[in-house]
């Protein structure tokens, strides 16, 4: 059951593990869960072994937390460098900056871009969830 906390703005990990792992066809689900360090701390103003807990230390209490892989990773405020794509690629099979984009084959998957999505991209003038007005926001990210 989801907290009906207003305020609260992450999901607690009974609510996570309420998600199904599989989907009804038994195939894996389309949720999965990265992770984006313990700390949130800004990796480029670490030291490597800093660097190297939060990555490491985060994948694991997800994994522990959720008995699933967390194989996805987000560099806290998108600020990255060669040496932590490094770690990052020793453990997780990708990686998301904040830079606003698309992705493709030639993007370099320790460091894709993403689509910040919101409330007005996804909600129509009720305030209710609209898969045509995503669709719609979805099509104007294309074209910027
Ligand atoms: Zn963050």
Same mark, same amino acid.
């Given at each position: 059951m989801i907290s009906e906390d207003e305020h609260?703005?992450?999901? &607690?990990? %009974?609510?996570?593990n309420s998600m199904p792992a599989l989907s009804s066809d038994g195939k894996d689900s389309r949720i999965s869960f990265g992770s +984006?360090? #313990? &700390? +949130?701390s800004i990796l480029t103003n670490e030291k490597t072994n800093v660097v190297e807990n939060e990555i490491c230390k985060s994948k694991e209490i997800i994994e522990k937390e959720t008995g699933r892989n967390a194989l +996805?990773?987000?560099?806290? &405020?998108?600020?990255y460098n060669d040496s932590m794509k490094k770690i990052v690629s020793k453990s997780y099979?990708?990686?998301c900056t904040t830079k606003s984009g698309f992705v493709s084959e030639s993007s %370099? #998957?320790?460091a894709l871009n993403r689509i910040g999505i919101n409330e007005e991209m996804i909600t129509d003038w009720r305030g209710n969830f609209s898969k045509y007005v995503f669709i719609y926001s979805i099509f104007v990210e294309s074209i910027k």
């Open positions: 609260r703005s992450f999901v &607690n990990w %009974d609510e996570i +984006h360090t #313990v &700390n +949130h +996805h990773f987000c560099y806290p &405020n998108g600020n099979k990708s990686a %370099d #998957v320790y």
